[in-house]
């Protein structure tokens, strides 16, 4: 699937040359910030040198644009669903909601318009941001990570600021997708008596920007959608208001067996196995466990040939030792000590709670 057109990045303007600029300064506030369709149509004809666009942050501190840039900007993840084991409810639920609309804007128009946001419900370690980066590869849109680290500052009024600029930003790279992972922390509800006055200004910027997000209007282009995409431990915790505009929500459930097998050949492709070891096995024995403690346990086994190795040796025995020394195969007797240590981290008693919020608050 292409991600590069003719004119770089899917859905990319290149800047105009000096002897295109419009000399208004209101047509110079659209090539700055993105927002006139016209404006950016002309900076799209007008490319040249096959440099890529550079936003302008004419009105914001040099410091907060350069910081996005630096640290959000991802052109291009490079994760595919093939790089995800299992999920494919997860997986269809989103081509439709976000890839189908890039592919075939004509068709998702009017009643059929994209989703305003999507968000993805669901226990820690199940694949969540994965699955966000690979809605990005698929789509060749650019890719905002965002935290809530990115969109919190001590100075007053300043992370309003960085939420207005990230969704102008997020506007003038479009098609882009937005993704906050751990949007609870962000965006409890409102009301509580420890809301912290600078933390409902945020809530309020970012509702008021989402309601203005590309993709939302009966009429708007999906080429250049800007797409939220939020990922929560606790979706309980989420504003109302806010939940509201995350208008698909999808369940992020723990690995099946079969993905369960297929998370251990994926973590285990580049070790050497035991002939007796059985994956199908092993897959059945850590049932419950979320994605990330599966691959805590394979990283686990797979150090144990080594521990057996170097054990008693002294530093320079060590340091002397080559590296197919230690490239011992990995035995069941490995797997077997590492599941003895490490834990299944999401209880009954959690999934429970997740599938009665789904029941209630579900849209898949």
């Not at 989703?115 to 650019?142: H, I, N, R, S």
């Not at 008596?193 to 989402?210: F, G, N, P, T, W």
């Not at 994605?291 to 346990?297: H, Q, S, W």
């Amino acid at each position: 699937m292409p991600h590069i057109g003719a004119r770089g990045p899917v859905g990319r303007a290149h800047p105009i040359s000096k002897s295109e600029k419009p000399s208004t300064s209101r047509d110079k506030d659209y090539r700055a910030r993105g927002r006139d369709d016209k404006g950016r149509k002309n900076m799209q004809d007008g490319a040249s040198d096959g440099e890529m666009p550079k936003f302008d942050g004419a009105g914001y501190d040099k410091d907060l644009v350069e910081a996005l840039e630096r640290d959000i900007v991802s052109r291009n993840p490079s994760i595919h669903w093939d790089d995800i084991a299992d999920l494919e409810e997860a997986k269809k639920l989103l081509r439709e909601a976000v890839v189908l609309p890039m592919w075939m804007p004509d068709f998702f128009k009017g009643i059929r318009r994209p989703w305003k946001g999507v968000l993805m419900v669901g226990p820690p370690g199940t694949g969540k941001t994965m699955l966000a980066k690979a809605v990005a590869t698929e789509c060749g849109t650019t890719f905002f990570n965002v935290s809530s680290s990115t969109l919190t500052s001590k100075y007053r009024g300043e992370s309003e600021k960085l939420v207005r600029l990230l969704f102008e930003m997020a506007r003038f790279y479009a098609p882009t997708t937005i993704f906050i992972d751990e949007i609870d922390s962000i965006c409890s509800r409102r009301g509580t008596s420890d809301e912290h006055e600078a933390s409902r200004r945020v809530k309020s910027e970012l509702l008021i920007q989402m309601d203005g997000v590309g993709g939302a209007l009966e009429n708007d282009d999906p080429s250049k959608m800007v797409m939220v995409l939020a990922a929560t431990n606790f979706p309980w915790d989420i504003d109302e208001a806010l939940r509201r505009r995350l208008e698909k929500r999808i369940y992020i459930p723990l690995p099946t067996a079969k993905g369960r097998a297929e998370l251990l050949k994926i973590n285990l492709r580049e070790v050497e196995l035991d002939p007796d070891i059985q994956l199908e096995d092993i897959a059945e024995k850590i049932e419950g466990y979320s994605g990330a403690d599966i691959t805590n346990v394979c990283r686990d086994a797979s150090l144990m040939a080594m521990r057996r190795r170097i054990n008693g040796l002294s530093p320079e025995e060590i340091r002397a030792l080559s590296k197919e020394e230690l490239q011992m195969p990995v035995t069941k007797g490995d797997f077997e000590l590492a599941l003895k240590k490490i834990a299944k981290s999401v209880s009954a008693a959690d999934l429970e709670k997740y599938e009665k919020w789904m029941v209630e608050f579900g849209s898949a």
